[in-house]
């Protein structure tokens, strides 16, 4: 049977979908869904397997309409809004869709001939490019036996309740967002969509609608803070889980969530693994703080060395992943997924360490890893001590290249208060030692990010190569 039509079989009038004051139950949506996948068939022609591409805000509109294209068998590729149409164009020219969506669709044709496919664990459910910031075309295909394992393993973590409202506040076109869509409907829960984010009104959202479950990157969790002194656990009684993912969160951040109360759960996923593979457990928050937790269901990790040898606990090397919610490969990209994809483990070029608790510690991406005078520098491990200022407000660190040392520490502040370069230094010396300090110091309004929240590194790196001399 088909997810969805088991779904709207099983609990008709149990909510499912929210956007704003409508509401919909498993009945409605699966009709709304239905109408408009025969729309998708009849009158553009969407058949089992095909890619149709969509590029639409976070709304029910878009939640259905994904829905939509599961009825059709067919593969949801959601695309990033805020891409520019040249972007955008390379990504549909490798993508080779049935059919592009970036406007809502109306439907005319009749739902009365549309007969469901029947949903198989083999067949492709979506495909996502991934969030990272490098140039090379990377879009990950999921099968929906890769989002059922990735479900369940959460599922095993997190537990299921039937009262369960997650509510989504990342972006549709990434894995985070994305996973919540497939979660609510293998669980037959409800899910509140968000388009934008404004700290303020999702903190009242979170209370009038009894969110159970939130997913968070750092930033956006550090701004909710920022928005409301009154933004406790005791605040609000239902949420019984933050996620806390995308990018590595500073110990300050982890300090303030949890001197409040909230029950703030590291996670560690990818796109190339269907979301989350790694996640702290509700029952030893505090034992966890911190870390990225430990391995869900069915997945497995180990830390490799630069000769792919699997290293100890407490020793650092690249994160590798195996289990039923990883992906296989690349979309049209045979070397690199020979590369990352390599004797049954997916190589996802991040920096850890498992320590003896069984706990993932993520320290950075390798790439980012920074080399001066002969020593090895993890940005996240500065950008952890410079936020720790009570001036600072953010920061992202960066190497730039130097002839003498290789390359020189520079990192970017955004400040509460004037802050001097003499002031930072001072406080750097008290708390790192003399060769992670900064050389380069650059005071900017925000810190460029991707829609979801991560730091593009990479544009860091240009803002100070815009900002130093050119050499003659």
């Not at 490098?134 to 394992?149: D, F, I, L, Q, Y």
Request: some cysteine.
């Amino acid at each position: 049977m088909n997810l969805l039509a088991d779904r709207a079989a099983r609990w008709p009038e149990r909510i499912a979908l929210v956007d704003g004051d409508e509401r919909w139950n498993w009945s409605r949506l699966h009709d709304e869904a239905r109408a408009l996948a025969a729309e998708l068939q009849q009158t553009h022609g969407v058949a089992p397997g095909d890619i149709v591409a969509t590029a639409l805000e976070n709304d029910a509109g878009h939640v259905i309409l994904l829905h939509a294209i599961f009825l059709c068998g067919a593969i949801a590729a959601p695309l990033n809004v805020r891409l520019t149409a040249a972007e955008q164009s390379r990504q549909i020219a490798h993508l080779q869709p049935r059919l592009f969506l970036s406007e809502p669709v109306s439907f005319t044709a009749s739902s009365a001939d549309f007969h469901p496919v029947q949903t198989d664990e083999s067949r492709l459910c979506s495909i996502l490019f991934t969030s990272g910031t490098s140039g090379e075309m990377k879009a990950v295909p999921h099968t929906w036996m890769n989002h059922r394992a990735s479900a369940e393993g959460s599922a095993e973590n997190l537990g299921v309740r039937t009262d369960d409202n997650w509510m989504c506040v990342i972006p549709l076109y990434h894995i985070g967002g994305l996973a919540i869509v497939t979660r609510s409907l293998f669980y037959g829960t409800a899910l509140t969509v968000w388009k934008g984010f404004e700290a303020s009104a999702i903190l009242e959202t979170l209370g009038r609608e009894r969110i159970t479950l939130l997913s968070l990157v750092p930033t956006m969790l550090q701004r909710m803070l920022e928005a409301n002194a009154s933004f406790t656990a005791a605040s609000l009684p239902a949420l019984r889980a933050i996620l806390l993912g995308g990018a590595a969160a500073s110990r300050t951040l982890w300090d303030d969530a949890l001197a409040r109360g909230l029950p703030v759960l590291g996670t560690y996923g990818l796109t190339e693994t269907c979301s989350q593979v790694v996640t702290a457990s509700p029952s030893a928050l505090a034992a966890m703080a911190g870390s990225a937790g430990r391995p869900i269901g069915g997945a497995e990790l180990r830390i490799e060395d630069e000769h792919g040898n699997a290293l100890t606990s407490g020793n650092t090397g690249e994160i590798c992943i195996r289990g039923t919610m990883v992906a296989t490969g690349y979309l049209r990209n045979v070397p690199l997924t020979a590369e990352r994809f390599a004797n049954g483990w997916f190589h996802s070029g991040d920096v850890g360490m498992i320590d003896d608790a069984n706990c993932l510690h993520v320290i950075g991406r390798r790439d980012d890893m920074i080399v001066t005078g002969g020593e090895n520098v993890y940005p996240t491990e500065i950008e952890d001590i410079l936020v720790r200022h009570p001036a600072v407000h953010e920061t992202a660190v960066t190497g730039v290249e130097d002839a003498d040392w290789g390359q020189k520490i520079a990192a970017a502040i955004v400040c509460h208060a004037d802050l001097t370069v003499a002031e930072l230094e001072d406080w750097c010396r008290r708390e790192m030692a003399g060769y992670k300090i900064p050389r380069v110091w650059l005071r900017v309004e925000v810190l460029p990010r991707t829609a979801s929240g991560k730091l593009i590194r990479g544009e860091v790196r240009r803002m100070f190569i815009d900002s130093l001399p050119s050499r003659p």
